[in-house]
Nanobody, 113 residues
Framework: VQLQASGGGLVQPGGSLRLSCAVS????????MGWYRQAPGKQRVLVAL???????NYVDSVKGRFTISRDNAKNTVYLQMNSLKPEDTAVYYC????????WGEGTLVTVSS
């Protein structure tokens, strides 16, 4: 299983970005998918989760601003991030849960004016 995240970049406060994570392998549709982030000097934390049946959950700090979704036909999970704040600056990682956690390489999101 391989995960490839993309879509990070530099955005001004209040702006939007959409992260994508493409997954190789046949277990995507039966797996929970998550987006984590790690800010400089801090631990990696779960930001958003989507189960195999489409149920979602978010950390309080992003509720109402971020939306996680998945396209099982494309083996891809997305994170739509709106109303971005400087405190959202971090490296974002996607993960796949199927007996164990699989990780992709991170993509850097910088929110700054």
């Amino acid at each position: 299983v391989q995960l490839q995240a993309s879509g990070g970049g530099l955005v001004q406060p209040g702006g939007s970005l959409r992260l994508s994570c493409a997954v190789s392998g046949s277990i995507f549709s039966s797996s929970a998918m998550g987006w984590y982030r790690q800010a400089p000097g801090k631990q990696r934390v779960l930001v958003a989760l989507i189960t195999s049946n489409g149920s979602t959950n978010y950390v309080d700090s992003v509720k109402g601003r971020f939306t996680i979704s998945r396209d099982n036909a494309k083996n891809t999970v997305y994170l739509q991030m709106n109303s971005l704040k400087p405190e959202d600056t971090a490296v974002y990682y996607c993960s796949l849960g199927h007996g164990r956690l699989y990780w992709g390489e991170g993509t850097l999101v910088t929110v700054s004016s």
